[in-house]
Structures are given as C-alpha cells and as structure tokens.
C-alpha cells in the first residue's frame, strides 16, 4: 500500500501558486519524499524529492515539515500545461538490492484560466 | 536524467494473443521495473527487473502471464500473455539512475479486442 495520502484533486487559478499538500505520516529515516506529476498520455515525470530540509528546482518547492510527517509541493506560477495527476511518494535514501516506488492515486489538479 | 524508449507506442490485439513490450535505456542502469496503469487508475507496479536474476513480481501479478527478459543493463521486454479485454492497459517501463532517482518511459498504450 502507498504510504502517503494526497486530496484527491485541487483547483487553481493561472498565474497563483499552487500548493499540493501530502500526508505521510509513517515516514521512516531513511526514506525520502518524491513528487512526480502525470499529464494525460504521458508517463510520470520527476519533479523534485528531499529527506528533511526544503528544496528548489526549476519546476517547483518542495516543503518538508520538521517532524517529516507531511509536505508540501508548490508551483510558483501555475500555468495551464501543469495540469496533471501529482503523485506524493515515499521510498528509501539509500540504494538498496530491493526498491520500488508505490504509487497512491495522487492529487488531479486543474488549472484554470 | 535518462531517455527510456518504449515500443509499440500504441497497439490494438486480438484477445487470445501476446504482445511484448520493449524498453530501451540510453545508459546503464541496475534496476528497472515494469508498471501498469489501467484506465482512470494510478500506476501499479508489476514487477522488478534486475539484470543477472529472475525478475520479481509483486502480488497479482505471475511469471506466466508477464513473463520478463533481462539480457542487459540497458534493456528489457514485458511480454503480456494471452491477453483479455482486461488486459488493456498502459505499460510503463521505469529505471533506476545512479544519483537514485527513478523516471520513467512514455509507456505502450495496449488496446485488447
């Protein structure tokens, strides 16, 4: 089962930031936080992941609260093309013989003009 | 990142026959895994593919109806057996990189009639 738990969709005004919030209450040590979002009729594309401290790339920010126990994922200027399933998942830091990546049925977030 | 190149992109089958999917990698990688993702569901992992081992396969999911090749570190084929409309799906090959991030093919959009 995914251990994470995620609305099951958002609205959002172009041009705002959106922000996608994500429970994960069983988060252990060793295990980090990864977004990847789903535009229909692609595959899944990474956006970002951190263990404990907040992070920044081009897409988005990615806000861990200090027990761990959930996070919040923002896109700073939300446009119509990021429209899209965003899935909130947990695995393990460190590279292991045995991994996989679990995924819950995530947040559909509309972006609306 | 990596570019990962599924094939077919899309298919239509006849119920009854098999179909492999093909996943190539532009780098070598240790870890892939094949997903599934019915329609209007999120993305459930079929097994994992190591190369040098039989594949492991997660609950509900069997050798002999997806059986799994691994011959290299850059390669792998998802076969679906004796296909059913229940059957038709996307099929998502992923890969683990060396900086420990997984990302994903475009998928093989697979129609059984």
């Known amino acids: 089962d995914a251990k994470t738990t995620q609305p099951t969709s958002m609205d959002c005004a172009e041009g705002r930031a959106a922000n996608l919030p994500c429970n994960h209450s069983?988060?252990?040590?060793?295990?980090?936080v990864y977004w990847y979002r789903q535009i229909h009729s692609q595959g899944p594309q990474y956006i970002i992941h951190?263990?404990?401290n907040n992070e920044t790339n081009e897409m988005a920010s990615l806000i861990i609260t200090e027990d761990r126990k959930s996070s919040t994922l923002i896109l700073p200027h939300a446009t119509l093309r990021d429209t899209a399933v965003y899935y909130c998942?947990?695995?393990?830091?460190?590279?292991?013989?045995?991994?996989?990546?679990?995924f819950g049925p995530g947040t559909s977030l509309s972006v609306i003009p | 990142s990596a570019v990962i190149s599924q094939k077919p992109s899309r298919d239509i089958c006849q119920r009854g026959t098999s179909l492999t999917i093909q996943c190539q990698v532009d780098?070598?990688?240790?870890?892939m895994f094949w997903y599934r993702q019915q329609p209007g569901q999120s993305l459930t992992l079929i097994a994992t593919?190591?190369?040098?081992?039989?594949?492991?396969?997660e609950s509900g999911f069997v050798i002999d109806k997806f059986p799994i090749s691994r011959p290299n570190l850059t390669f792998s084929t998802l076969t679906v057996s004796n296909m059913s409309p229940e059957d038709s799906s996307i099929y998502l090959c992923?890969?683990?990189?060396?900086?420990?991030?997984?990302?994903f093919g475009e998928g093989s959009w697979l129609t059984v009639v």
């Open positions: 780098s070598q990688v240790t870890m």
């Open positions: 593919a190591n190369q040098g081992s039989e594949a492991t396969y």
């Open positions: 998942i947990v695995r393990v830091a460190e590279k292991t013989s045995y991994d996989k990546v679990i």
């Open positions: 951190g263990l404990k």
């Open positions: 069983t988060i252990s040590g060793n295990e980090y």
């Open positions: 992923s890969v683990r990189l060396s900086g420990n991030t997984i990302y």
